[in-house]
């Protein structure tokens, strides 16, 4: 009995060592960009990093990936907006109360994870990253749905960030992000 009791204490003591000496990664830190180039390219892989600051998950934070690819023939879908980069992600939304509308895996050009549009018109400038293949699916014109949309409000060579928001008929969550160049 005491054997098996000191054998007990051992593994607790071994495992309990094992626990400390595990670094989790470290998390992205967003810093503040206030750079908005003439010309950018966002083609590239990306850790996204997506904080709540308003819903039921405010206060949380996760990270995933995110890959974006520069569009062959860019498409407009509406006037003065480009569907310029396709792109997919590993993040959880639902950590941060966000919405997932489809697979952000998915690299179906006409049903892509993340769909990248560039605003430039009339001297406005503006790129929305749209996440979910259900919601940027180009064989079905949509007036309302679910929608988790990040607005680029800084890029830089090292990445981009904005805010983000996301819901349905009125917005349930929103939130910070950047995303930094691998």
């Known amino acids: 009995m005491i054997k ?3 054998v007990a204490i051992l593994s607790t003591l071994l495992l309990a ?3 400390c000496s595990t670094r989790a990664p470290s998390p992205v830190v967003c810093e503040p960009m206030d750079n908005w180039p003439e010309t950018f390219d966002l083609s590239g892989s990306y850790t996204l990093a997506l904080t709540a600051t308003g819903g039921a998950s405010a206060g949380s934070s996760i990270e995933g990936d995110l890959m974006l690819t520069m569009v062959d023939s ?4 509406a006037p003065g907006y480009r569907n310029a980069y396709l792109g997919t992600s590993t993040v959880d939304l639902s950590v941060v109360g966000a919405l997932e509308l489809g ?3 998915s690299g179906d050009p006409t049903r892509p994870g993340v769909l990248v549009q560039v605003h430039d018109s009339d001297g406005a400038r503006g790129v929305l990253l749209r996440f979910g293949s259900e919601a940027n699916r180009t064989d079905q014109q949509r007036f309302d749905g679910g929608y988790t949309v990040l607005r680029v409000n800084s890029i830089s060579e090292n990445g981009f960030g904005g805010n983000w928001t996301s819901g349905v008929t009125r917005t349930d969550a929103e939130g910070s992000f950047c995303a930094v160049r691998k």
Do not use: I
């Open 4 to 6: 098996s009791r000191g």
């Open 17 to 19: 060592t094992m626990a």
């Open 74 to 77: 860019p498409t407009e879908p």
């Open 103 to 105: 697979s952000l895996g």
